[in-house]
């Protein structure tokens, strides 16, 4: 079985990188173990979906969003694999998208605020959304937008559902 394994590169990459030059590459490199050229993000996230990685890390597990940090890839947790025939990400996600879908969230919100705020405003399956809200996440992180907290210690009263475990972050105004 062939094994493709993508590797991203940081070429002459500022502090900041904004967000659409992170979704388009543009100063990322990649490169494949098949030797098959990619260009940019487009074809490399293509390429992955192929070889059934993931789309958002493209099979490494971690996410780099600039050239100093790197985290675990929410999308796979870390696995770097993907279900078969995930759709294709909707990879043209321009800054002022990510504002509005921020501007959306509530002070106090989990995946599945950003799931509803993404819904609508594009296509793909669950998964496709699923992987373009925890990358955005991450870049509100790092633009220090928004703080993880922990999850709530209090038990929340009857008819109130709330699933422990999953993970809330915080508005920075
Ligand atoms: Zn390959
Ligand atoms: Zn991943």
Redesign the pocket.
């Known amino acids: 079985m062939?094994?493709?394994?993508?590797t991203i590169g940081w070429v002459d990459a500022p502090d900041e990188i904004a967000y659409h030059d992170y979704v388009e590459g543009t100063y990322n490199s990649f490169s494949?173990?098949?030797?098959?050229p990619?260009p940019d993000r487009d074809t490399a996230t293509r390429?992955a979906a192929?070889?059934g990685r993931c789309l958002m890390c493209l099979g490494s597990g971690t996410i780099s969003i600039n050239p100093h940090q790197s985290s675990g890839c929410d999308a796979c947790a870390g696995s770097g694999r993907s279900e078969p025939g995930t759709i294709m990400i909707q990879a043209r996600v321009t800054e002022s998208f990510v504002k509005e879908v921020a501007a959306l969230l509530p002070d106090e919100f989990g995946l599945c605020d950003v799931v509803a705020a993404l819904e609508p405003r594009m296509k793909g399956g669950a998964e496709a959304v699923l992987s373009v809200a925890a990358g955005l996440i991450r870049y509100l992180e790092v633009q220090g937008e928004v703080v993880l907290c922990t999850a709530p210690d209090f038990l929340p009263g009857e008819g109130v559902e709330q699933r422990y475990g999953d993970p809330l972050w915080l508005r920075v105004r």
């Open positions: 062939d094994e493709h394994v993508i494949c173990t098949c030797d098959l990619l390429h192929e070889s």
